[in-house]
């Protein structure tokens, strides 16, 4: 019956015209067939289909823009337009689409509105959600094909995550301080690689100190996060500030790679071997063991063809050094060989 199965799906998969990533479209289609050997209850069946159909829309949207970096912006749909926040949005939005980045929102009303404002529509995607007493999806989107609706807040909150390598956040109720808290939590854990947040207020504003208090005189003192665990975000009432950290944390650094237990940066730039005896120099304390080495890609990097080109400093991490992680790409980034 198995075989019957496989040869069923290759059969219609031909049919299809399906030559590439035949085995993960072959494990999506087994699965949906399990679903109903398991007698699955229609509700669940619902949840699978409508999620599969919400991701294969939002790939859709995302796939022409796959090259272009892109930094998602988070805030309060309450927030009005006579608010300083709004000003400060649609500032910080057009300042980063004017250097090329294309700007995400949940396609909802005020900051989400600014912000599509300030990137315009060519620059702005949008994934909106479904609810029975919230505004439509903005208008710079929505006029436009650029946005998709969802009706799931975890396949919506994975698309406004998955395609950005930036994130912003600007003062906001449950859902802003649940998208921010999930963006730290993918880092702290591992499971998202790093990214620059920013946490933006307006000018002279303290909402987002406020959580900073919180996080040094509870959070910390009671062991439930690291020290160094909120390095990796900057708070600024600056938009200026913000568009500098969003951008300077590509400027050198590419991206990373666990290959075994090394963990492997690769960089824009080659560092000289003086530069790398200072980063060991000033970074040893997250080092488990050994040192920060210059090295080639390694033989798994080859093999997956895995940005083969660029030249790579490779460390074992001492466990939940996620801030030290994070000071040492700024170092990078400052290098003179990244000048």
Avoid at 7 to 23: F, G, P, Y
Avoid at 267 to 294: H, Q, Y
């Amino acid at each position: 019956m198995k075989d019957d199965l496989r040869v069923a799906i290759d059969e219609l998969m031909a049919d299809s015209a399906i030559t590439q990533n035949r085995s993960l479209i072959r494990k999506i289609l087994r699965t949906g067939i399990h679903l109903g050997e398991d007698g699955t209850d229609r509700l669940n069946l619902k949840i699978a289909s409508a999620a599969l159909a919400e991701m294969r829309d939002a790939f859709r949207l995302f796939q022409p823009y796959a090259d272009v970096p892109k930094v998602t912006v988070f805030g309060s749909a309450r927030t009005q337009q006579d608010d300083p926040l709004y000003d400060q949005a649609r500032s910080v939005a057009s300042a980063l689409a004017q250097r090329g980045w294309m700007v995400v929102t949940g396609a909802g009303p005020g900051i989400m509105q600014a912000a599509a404002e300030g990137a315009g529509e060519k620059m702005a995607l949008g994934v909106s959600i479904r609810l029975p007493f919230e505004e439509k999806p903005n208008a710079v989107v929505a006029k436009d094909t650029q946005s998709v609706e969802m009706k799931y807040f975890f396949t919506r909150k994975l698309m406004l995550v998955k395609e950005s390598t930036g994130f912003i956040c600007l003062p906001g109720g449950f859902g802003t301080l649940d998208e921010m808290f999930e963006l730290l939590t993918l880092q702290q854990t591992g499971k998202a690689e790093p990214t620059p947040i920013v946490l933006l207020d307006e000018p002279g504003g303290t909402f987002w100190r406020g959580l900073e208090r919180f996080v040094i005189d509870t959070l910390i003192p009671a062991g439930v996060i690291s020290p160094d665990d909120f390095d990796r975000v900057l708070i600024t009432d600056s938009a200026e500030e913000a568009v500098a950290e969003i951008t300077e944390f590509w400027r050198n650094y590419d991206s990373l790679r666990w290959v075994d237990d090394v963990l492997v940066l690769r960089l824009k730039n080659r560092p000289t071997e003086a530069e790398v005896d200072r980063l060991n120099e000033e970074f040893s304390t997250i080092v488990a063991e050994g040192r920060i080495e210059l090295i080639d890609a390694l033989p798994t990097e080859v093999s997956d063809n895995d940005v083969v080109d660029l030249p790579r400093l490779a460390l074992r991490l001492r466990q939940r050094e996620v801030g030290g992680l994070y000071r040492l790409i700024d170092a990078i980034n400052a290098l003179d060989s990244a000048r």
